[in-house]
Structures are given as C-alpha cells and as structure tokens.
C-alpha cells in the first residue's frame, strides 16, 4: 500500500460520505473526515433571498436538513489543530468551503485553516495537495454567488408569472428556458420542411461483364463536369439507359496514405456524449456514475483510491506524469510501434475552459478495467471501460490506411455522358483502433473493408448491373442527449456541471419529452417557450446566455465585479417585468382528447401536471374528475398478460409497468418491444442500436429479424 500521510491531528472536510470514506483510508487515523453532504448553506425557499436594492446582496440561510451536520462540525473543528476544506475543485466546491468557514463559523486565528485542492483522490494526489494549500479563491466563490443570484431572480421573478398565465408548478431558468427554446425552434423547423425527391444512381462495373472483382462506382455529374440532378424516377430512367449503352474508362486514379489521429480524452460534456451514444446512459446517469467512480473504491488490505479525475472540466489536458504512464503501458502491452515519437498534447477549445483542470481520464492507465472487475457493478465498469479506453488511445499512433479512389467516364454516343465515382479505404496499421473504435453506432465497415481492383488511367471497363434509388431530403433530426449537450457546448450555453440537471428538470416539467430517444416540445413547453420569447425574449436568447456565461467566467478570473454583472441583466429585466402581468394574455396548453368524463359525461383534456400529463374533466371545478393518461406500449405483461403502458415515477423518471397495478407489480426501466421473443415467446425490451432483448433468455434480435446472438449481457 502507498505510504499514509503524517500530519498534525486535523480535520478535513468534503462534500460526499464516500469520498469522505477513501479520503479517510488515504490520510489515516489523525485525520478526521466528515461529509458536509453538499451545500450547507443556500437562499431560502419561501423568499426571494436576494436584496435588489442593496447590491443584490444574497441572504443565505442554514436548510434545517443541514443544522445536525453543521453542529457535528463544529464539535469536530472545536477539537482540531488544523481545518482543511477538500470540496471540489470547481466554483461550486469553492462556494461549499466559503459558505462552510461562515456556517460553522471556522476560523484560522488560532489554528490552519487552509483549502486543498485535488482533481483526484490518489495517496500521491492529496500528498502533493495537502503540501500545497492556499486560502479560499474569492473570485471563484463570487462566479458561483453571482450565477446563484442570477438563476433565483430569473426563477423566482418569472415562475409566479408563469403559474398565474399557463398553470401552476411551472419553472423558468436561465440555461433550462434556452435549452426548451432550442428544442421548440427545431421541432417548428421540421414542420416547416418541404422534402424534396432526388434519385442515388449506381453503376456495377468491372474489366468484362463476368468480372468477379467487380464494383459499384457512383453516377455524380455529367462528363462536362456540370451538376446532374435527379430529381424523379423519369430522369432516372432515362439516366440509366444512356449509362447501359456507355462506354466506361479509368478517367483518374488516386492512390494515398492516410492517418486518422486519436480524439481527445474526455471533457464532461464529450464524455456525455459518448456514454449516450454507446451505453445509452442519459447524462444524468453518466454524471452519478462517475462522481462514484472518481470518489472511490476499497480495493483490500485497507486501501482505497478513486478511479478517475473529476467528473466535471471542460479541459482535455492531460498532465505529463499521466502522459508517460500510458506510454509506458502502451509500450508494454502492444509495441513501440503504437506510441507516436511525440505524445500529442489536447488543447480546449472553449475561450474560457479551465486549462488548470485535467480532462476526465484513469488515475492509473495500469488499473485496466479487467483488473477492476472485482470492484464495481456492471454500469461502473461499462463506463470505467470507456473512459480508460478513450483516455489511453488519445496517446496511441494513429490508425494508417490506404485510400483509393476512382474517377469513371461514361462517353455515350451523343458525344455527351457521365462521371462516376467509386472510393475504398483499406486498413494497414490500426494504431490506436486497436483499442478505441471511433465509428459511430449508425457507421459499418463496408468503407474498409469494400476493395477496387488495380486499374489504370485510360483502362475500358464493361457495364455489369445498376441500381437506382429513390430518397428525399430529411429535415433537420431532434436533439438526442448527445447532440444536444454537444449544441448547449458549442453555443457556449452553460457549463459542465449544468448539461446533466438540466436536460433533466426540463423533462421533469414536462416541456419536453422523448420519442425513440429523441426530444420534441410537448404542447406546454411550447407554451411557455413562446411567451417568454414574445416578452422575455433575452431570457430565451442563445447569444445573450452565451454571453453571460462569458462574463461568469471573466468573474472567476477575477476580471469583472459579480454585482456589476447582475446589475446589468437585473435593471432592463426589471423593466420589462413590472406590469407584464397585466401585459400578458393567458396561455392554453391544454390539449383535447377523444376521452369523456366518466362522471359527468363532459369532455376530458390533457393537462400536464408534477408528475407529468394527465387527463381532467372540462367541467372543473363542479366537476374535479381526473385519470391518469395511459400510454400503451403495445407489449403484454410477462406475469399476467395485462398490457404494459408508459409509466412516470415521483422523481419525473420514465419506466414501463403493468397496467394491472397494484396486483401485478411487474416493471422494467426498458422500453418492451410488441414482438415476443421468437426463442421463447418472453418479453423483449429495446436494447439500443436497432437492437431489443429478451428479458428471459438473453436473446437479442433486430427490430425485424429472427434470433441473432444468445446469451448476451449489458456489457
């Protein structure tokens, strides 16, 4: 085991029981550690909190959740030579300890008070922290108070507002009102979008017409070099009986070596990403999993340690000791030959990203996620996997191909005719693809692995079949998780620690919903949506959000006043919203339904409600009849044959459960598939990528095919 740090009795304080618990086998018994258990102090809930009128000055209070936990501090810090405040080494963990020195009135006069800041909890990491302490950064703690106090006014000035003109239970927010505009305006996008026909021509071409090394070569313009749309089947016939009587030859030959280079390791939002992606975990999980993989695990004999760097940067570097060990390994485990002469260094591409933060990666590329097996439960492991393998490749040689590609005219008889277009990449050294697949989950392998036969400039080539195919043009898609988180980045829209909640409170309040994975508005975040943008059209803008992230970030770095900041979104803001009451018609986000009101008879419309939609009798308030909207799934209950409907828990998570509850109690967190499983006739829930699995047999079948694989697991 590492060597104990020996210090003087003192005691440290983090947010977390678990982090707390590896901290404590790290720093041994002359430590105390205790867990503040998050936030110790916030603005209150019942008043706005914040003193508009004596610069913005913020009223926290103790939650009476926390008083116990305060208490306990300050019994443990009456008794410690020396107060250490570990939190986390962002604005929000810097806020935590500045809030804790006031809350449990913690002073240095007559011990250390110090702050200690680490982006991992190794023995060497809070060694070298411990060794390097320094006080309390007050630029950092006022980006967090101004941030706060710019989400309560925001929340607490326009909430009211949006109870009294939509309905009640309603939330509006700086970064969530953005994101629910973002996903309106695409959604009106698609309904605005005229497809339009086009045809994919395709030539089979190959040395005789019996040629076995045949190959298919794309019609892509005329010979002249001119554009050839095909917007209809008739052009494409009479496309295609030109091209079968053409005579075909090798117009150009292009033969090169490429290299495609590692990506970067993870940042928080990428890492969102992939995990959607890949695993087909929602960000919120991805950020619950990996704040447990980053604050620990007991691996025996007393020792403890966490398994990544912290969950939350917007910063790819990766620091130099980190650098050499995944060299090293590399070296060991596949050859020289998979490590570049020079390691590649990965710079942010953010104007304000936090270059003094690591990006998300192993504590030891030497912990292999094999070697923690044993340690964490299939989800931990999954997302270990991918963050040691994308951590690792990111410092592996690049993947070598040879691309060809071929140029094909078609002269036809009118002195006129085509070019076609025929392209094959061959892999010869994989590089870091040995270890890290970078192909999206929609991407297959007939690029790589498709082969052009070795033809000349000026070669003749004989027709051997065609193809053509009728498509349309496809409007913009709807956000997934990924796409969206990567959108909210790139627009500078919010910051790491907010994609997650955020993409979940707006789900939990029902402005947006999901289909196959994807978002779209329901009719009450298109409500809300419209009317903050007809008269809080800066709330919902996305370049004035970027915008002020901007100057949050300038506020940490110590280059704007936190009042100021507020002060010049407040004023205009306040403005607008005195007398807006008055201003503002109210908004219907009602829908009409084919149900009637088993009581009165009256029609039944679907209101959205805490817990989600739900049906209500048009006769309220005489009559106050309600149902709970029940979404069927198609699919029958694996334990009673009873359907199967869309469920949503008091904590807004969606899952699917039997219809005869209470009785039957079956439920699974998976969407069910209508099919049975061909194997056994059990329930097949969707696995992701097309795919759907049996409940009972592991069987895994496509969307339309018979039985593929057996015996399958999550991993």
Same mark, same amino acid.
């Given at each position: 085991?590492?060597?104990?740090?020996?210090?003087?009795?003192?005691?440290?304080?983090?947010?977390?029981?678990?982090?707390?618990?590896?901290?404590?086998?790290?720093?041994?018994?002359?430590?105390?550690?205790?867990?503040?258990?998050?936030?110790?102090?916030?603005?209150?809930?019942?008043?706005?909190?914040?003193?508009?009128?004596?610069?913005?000055?913020?009223?926290?209070?103790?939650?009476?959740?926390?008083?116990?936990?305060?208490?306990?501090?300050?019994?443990?810090?009456?008794?410690?030579?020396?107060?250490?405040?570990?939190?986390?080494?962002?604005?929000?963990?810097?806020?935590?300890?500045?809030?804790?020195?006031?809350?449990?009135?913690?002073?240095?006069?007559?011990?250390?008070?110090?702050?200690?800041?680490?982006?991992?909890?190794?023995?060497?990491?809070?060694?070298?922290?411990?060794?390097?302490?320094?006080?309390?950064?007050?630029?950092?703690?006022?980006?967090?108070?101004?941030?706060?106090?710019?989400?309560?006014?925001?929340?607490?000035?326009?909430?009211?507002?949006?109870?009294?003109?939509?309905?009640?239970?309603?939330?509006?927010?700086?970064?969530?009102?953005?994101?629910?505009?973002?996903?309106?305006?695409?959604?009106?996008?698609?309904?605005?979008?005229?497809?339009?026909?086009?045809?994919?021509?395709?030539?089979?071409?190959?040395?005789?017409?019996?040629?076995?090394?045949?190959?298919?070569?794309?019609?892509?313009?005329?010979?002249?070099?001119?554009?050839?749309?095909?917007?209809?089947?008739?052009?494409?016939?009479?496309?295609?009986?030109?091209?079968?009587?053409?005579?075909?030859?090798?117009?150009?030959?292009?033969?090169?070596?490429?290299?495609?280079?590692?990506?970067?390791?993870?940042?928080?939002?990428?890492?969102?990403?992939?995990?959607?992606?890949?695993?087909?975990?929602?960000?919120?999980?991805?950020?619950?999993?990996?704040?447990?993989?980053?604050?620990?695990?007991?691996?025996?004999?007393?020792?403890?340690?966490?398994?990544?760097?912290?969950?939350?940067?917007?910063?790819?570097?990766?620091?130099?000791?980190?650098?050499?060990?995944?060299?090293?390994?590399?070296?060991?485990?596949?050859?020289?030959?998979?490590?570049?002469?020079?390691?590649?260094?990965?710079?942010?591409?953010?104007?304000?990203?936090?270059?003094?933060?690591?990006?998300?990666?192993?504590? *030891?590329? #030497? &912990? $292999?996620? !094999?070697? =923690?097996?044993?340690?964490?439960? +299939?989800?931990?492991?999954?997302?270990?996997?991918? @963050?040691?393998?994308?951590?690792?490749?990111?410092?592996?040689?690049?993947?070598?191909?040879?691309?060809?590609?071929?140029?094909?005219?078609?002269?036809?008889?009118?002195?006129?005719?085509?070019?076609?277009?025929?392209?094959?990449?061959?892999?010869?050294?994989?590089?870091?693809?040995?270890?890290?697949?970078?192909?999206?989950?929609?991407?297959?392998?007939?690029?790589?692995?498709?082969?052009?036969?070795?033809?000349?400039?000026?070669?003749?080539?004989?027709?051997?079949?065609?193809?053509?195919?009728?498509?349309?043009?496809?409007?913009?898609?709807?956000?997934?998780?990924? *796409?969206? #988180? &990567? $959108?909210? !980045?790139? =627009?500078?829209?919010?910051?790491? +620690?907010?994609?997650?909640?955020?993409?979940?409170? @707006?789900?939990?309040?029902?402005?947006?919903?999901?289909?196959?994975?994807?978002?779209?508005?329901?009719?009450?975040?298109?409500?809300?949506?419209?009317?903050?943008?007809?008269?809080?059209?800066?709330?919902?803008?996305?370049?004035?959000?970027?915008?002020?992230?901007?100057?949050?970030?300038?506020?940490?770095?110590?280059?704007?006043?936190?009042?100021?900041?507020?002060?010049?979104?407040?004023?205009?803001?306040?403005?607008?919203?005195?007398?807006?009451?008055?201003?503002?018609?109210?908004?219907?986000?009602?829908?009409?339904?084919?149900?009637?009101?088993?009581?009165?008879?009256?029609?039944?419309?679907?209101?959205?409600?805490?817990?989600?939609?739900?049906?209500?009798?048009?006769?309220?308030?005489?009559?106050?009849?309600?149902?709970?909207?029940?979404?069927?799934?198609?699919?029958?209950?694996?334990?009673?044959?009873?359907?199967?409907?869309?469920?949503?828990?008091?904590?807004?998570?969606?899952?699917?459960?039997?219809?005869?509850?209470?009785?039957?109690?079956?439920?699974?967190?998976?969407?069910?598939?209508?099919?049975?499983?061909?194997?056994?006739?059990?329930?097949?829930?969707?696995?992701?990528?097309?795919?759907?699995?049996?409940?009972?047999?592991?069987?895994?079948?496509?969307?339309?095919?018979?039985?593929?694989?057996?015996?399958?697991?999550?991993?």
């Amino acid at each position: 085991m590492e060597d104990r740090i020996e210090l003087n009795k003192g005691l440290v304080i983090v947010e977390s029981p678990a982090k707390a618990r590896t901290i404590g086998r790290i720093l041994g018994s002359k430590y105390s550690v205790l867990a503040s258990m998050g936030h110790i102090r916030d603005l209150p809930k019942s008043t706005l909190g914040v003193d508009v009128e004596n610069s913005f000055e913020p009223k926290y209070v103790v939650p009476s959740a926390k008083s116990k936990v305060v208490s306990q501090i300050k019994v443990a810090a009456a008794k410690a030579d020396s107060i250490f405040l570990a939190t986390d080494p962002d604005r929000e963990g810097e806020a935590i300890s500045w809030h804790l020195v006031s809350a449990a009135k913690l002073d240095g006069k007559d011990r250390v008070l110090r702050r200690v800041v680490f982006h991992e909890i190794t023995a060497d990491a809070i060694k070298k922290a411990f060794k390097n302490t320094r006080e309390i950064d007050m630029n950092l703690v006022d980006a967090q108070q101004a941030r706060r106090v710019l989400d309560r006014l925001v929340g607490y000035k326009l909430s009211p507002l949006l109870w009294k003109k939509v309905q009640r239970g309603l939330s509006a927010g700086r970064v969530q009102s953005v994101t629910v505009r973002m996903v309106v305006d695409r959604e009106r996008e698609r309904e605005a979008f005229k497809a339009e026909e086009y045809w994919v021509l395709q030539v089979k071409l190959g040395r005789t017409a019996e040629d076995k090394e045949s190959f298919w070569a794309r019609v892509v313009k005329l010979r002249n070099g001119k554009k050839l749309p095909v917007p209809s089947e008739a052009i494409a016939v009479d496309t295609m009986e030109q091209l079968l009587k053409a005579a075909y030859s090798v117009d150009k030959v292009t033969s090169r070596e490429a290299q495609r280079r590692p990506t970067a390791p993870f940042t928080t939002s990428t890492l969102q990403q992939e995990a959607s992606r890949r695993l087909r975990f929602s960000a919120s999980q991805t950020m619950v999993i990996a704040q447990q993989l980053y604050e620990g695990v007991a691996l025996g004999d007393g020792e403890a340690t966490g398994l990544i760097t912290y969950m939350r940067t917007d910063s790819p570097r990766m620091s130099p000791g980190a650098v050499s060990e995944i060299r090293d390994y590399v070296t060991a485990t596949y050859g020289e030959n998979y490590i570049p002469a020079k390691s590649y260094r990965y710079a942010s591409k953010g104007k304000f990203a936090q270059e003094a933060h690591e990006c998300i990666r192993p504590t *030891s590329a #030497v &912990r $292999t996620p !094999e070697s =923690m097996k044993a340690f964490l439960d +299939s989800r931990q492991m999954r997302l270990y996997r991918l @963050i040691w393998q994308r951590a690792v490749a990111s410092q592996m040689a690049p993947s070598i191909y040879d691309n060809t590609a071929l140029v094909i005219e078609a002269a036809t008889s009118d002195d006129g005719g085509f070019l076609l277009e025929a392209a094959a990449s061959k892999l010869k050294f994989p590089g870091f693809a040995v270890l890290y697949s970078e192909k999206s989950d929609e991407s297959s392998d007939e690029e790589e692995s498709s082969q052009l036969p070795d033809v000349k400039v000026g070669e003749k080539l004989a027709y051997v079949d065609s193809s053509t195919e009728q498509k349309f043009t496809q409007p913009p898609p709807r956000y997934t998780e990924a *796409s969206l #988180v &990567r $959108t909210l !980045e790139q =627009m500078g829209i919010g910051r790491p +620690s907010t994609y997650a909640p955020t993409l979940s409170v @707006i789900q939990l309040r029902d402005y947006v919903a999901k289909e196959a994975g994807r978002f779209y508005p329901t009719r009450l975040g298109t409500g809300v949506s419209d009317l903050l943008s007809e008269h809080f059209p800066k709330v919902v803008d996305v370049g004035f959000t970027a915008q002020m992230e901007s100057q949050l970030d300038e506020i940490a770095q110590g280059d704007r006043d936190w009042v100021s900041v507020v002060k010049e979104f407040y004023l205009p803001f306040a403005v607008i919203l005195d007398g807006a009451e008055e201003r503002i018609a109210r908004v219907d986000v009602t829908e009409p339904t084919d149900e009637v009101c088993p009581n009165c008879g009256k029609p039944m419309i679907m209101r959205s409600g805490r817990f989600g939609r739900f049906l209500a009798c048009t006769g309220y308030p005489e009559c106050k009849t309600t149902k709970p909207l029940v979404k069927s799934t198609g699919a029958k209950c694996p334990e009673c044959g009873s359907d199967i409907v869309q469920k949503r828990s008091k904590k807004g998570k969606t899952f699917y459960g039997c219809s005869g509850y209470p009785n039957c109690k079956f439920a699974t967190s998976r969407r069910p598939v209508a099919k049975a499983c061909p194997e056994c006739g059990k329930l097949l829930v969707e696995q992701g990528r097309g795919k759907a699995k049996c409940l009972s047999c592991n069987t895994v079948v496509s969307a339309d095919s018979e039985s593929e694989k057996d015996g399958t697991s999550d991993e």
